[in-house]
């Protein structure tokens, strides 16, 4: 199962980084907790710079956090959070090199046990270290899924052709107009104005 989910990485600096990925989660282990979570960030994040092995004191360490939060989610995808106001979104947990959103509904502290890459991404297979629940989850509505889907269009508009991404945007901006709150709404006009600015790039760079 793939569990869309914000990470929060930490550098050699002690800088926090909070980025939206999708892992895979593994069955269920004691205490109801996921076995085992694989990441696959791309090559050119920062996530994967702060999760390779060897990089720095905290490599291979991060927390993988269940939030319906559609603006952290808009706001990650297009790098907006910059590590100043990353470190006042996070505090610290037990284990050292760890820092866990304080606002989430359910975070897993987790250790790559096993880290690969292909010419794209790296996939860094975790085990679970420390959890926990800090509020109930109280669900998703059509125009959170479109946030989410929106942010992840975001993320590729160096492998999705413009018109495609369009496309997308114009099937997923019913459902924002028609279940969304102030929230959804002000995430998903954000990450619009950020996939055509990226998009207008990628067409002067000649790579649209």
């Known amino acids: 199962m793939i569990l869309e ?7 050699g600096n002690g800088r926090v980084n909070i980025a939206p990925m999708g892992p895979t989660v593994q069955g269920n282990g004691p205490g109801d907790l996921i076995a085992e ?13 702060n999760l390779k ?18 603006m952290l ?18 505090t610290s947990i037990d284990h050292h090199g760890y820092r866990r959103l304080i606002d989430c509904h359910r975070w897993f502290a987790v250790e790559a046990d ?3 890459e292909d010419d794209l991404r790296a996939t860094v297979i975790c085990r679970i270290i420390d959890s926990g629940v ?26 999705i052709a413009a018109e495609k991404i369009d496309q997308e945007l114009e099937r997923l901006r019913p459902l924002v107009d028609k279940t969304c709150g102030p929230q ?10 950020t996939i055509e600015k990226r998009c207008s790039r990628e067409r002067t760079s000649g790579h649209g």
């Open 184 to 193: 959804e709404r002000e995430a998903f006009d954000f990450l619009v104005r």
């Open 134 to 159: 800090v509020r109930p989850f109280f669900g998703f509505n059509r125009a959170k899924h479109a946030v989410i889907e929106a942010a992840i269009l975001a993320t590729r508009t160096h492998l």
């Open 5 to 11: 989910s914000i990470v929060t990485t930490v550098d």
């Open 37 to 49: 979570i694989t990441l696959r960030p791309f090559g050119s994040s920062t996530t994967y710079a």
């Open 114 to 116: 096993h880290f690969s």
């Open 53 to 70: 092995p060897g990089n720095h004191q905290n490599s291979g360490k991060a927390v993988v956090h269940v939030t319906d939060d559609a």
């Open 73 to 90: 989610f808009a706001r990650g995808a297009a790098g907006d959070i910059a590590p100043e106001q990353a470190a006042k979104l996070v």
